[in-house]
């Protein structure tokens, strides 16, 4: 395992603006302990979904059910889903409780955990372990058990080791994926960090 940084607290993941929260978390690290062992990689892609009145959000009018409840939690817990009914994506459900907002985490560099990565990623190249929201969650063993999980736990957490991705290294751009959602399939809450 490598040197731990500052585990984040339930502040951190209380900002009203899931936009704002998206930024903050490019360049943290996500952190996994799994049965098979210890991963880690720092986030460098995430996209922001805004809540009840975002409608490429799962809480879109505010919509209730037993998938989405988890997003109407305290910031600060797991929301992981299941897309096209087999790739696990892992969201940051961030604001105040009932906000509905979350951040998808996109990409991650992997920093820990490379040949337990490269087991589970057989025959994939290192850069493209986890270049994907569905391959975030192959490379660091997040599986839909995660689900619900408080983030200030010991299974998964995300770490602050001071690293502070340059302004100008950060793009912005739309979200991928959600043109159903009309005029917010343009709103440009996709951070992409290229270092």
């Given at each position: ?30 952190c ?16 922001a ?48 409780v ?65 690293i ?32």
């Open positions: 395992m490598m040197a731990s940084g500052r585990k984040l607290v339930r502040a951190d993941y209380a900002d009203p603006r899931s936009v704002r929260a998206a930024r903050f978390f490019l360049g943290k690290v996500l996994v302990q799994a049965p098979d062992g210890y991963a880690e990689g720092v986030m460098i892609e995430t996209e979904y805004g809540g009840r009145r975002d409608a490429a959000s799962h809480a879109f009018g505010n919509r209730r059910t037993a998938r989405t409840e988890i997003m109407f939690a305290p910031g600060g817990v797991a929301y992981v889903y299941l897309c096209y009914g087999m790739h696990r994506l892992f969201n940051i459900v961030t604001g105040p009932d906000s509905a907002q979350a951040v998808l985490v996109r990409a991650v560099k992997i920093t820990a955990g490379h040949e337990l990565v490269r087991k589970r990623r057989v025959g994939v190249a290192e850069k493209d372990w986890a270049s994907g929201p569905g391959r975030v969650c192959a490379a660091l063993g997040i599986e839909m058990h995660h689900n619900r999980h408080d983030l200030l736990g010991e299974t998964i957490w995300i770490e602050d080791r001071g502070v991705p340059p302004a100008r290294q950060v793009k912005r751009t739309p979200r991928i994926g959600v043109d159903y959602a009309g005029v917010w399939a343009l709103k440009p809450w996709r951070f992409v960090w290229s270092p």
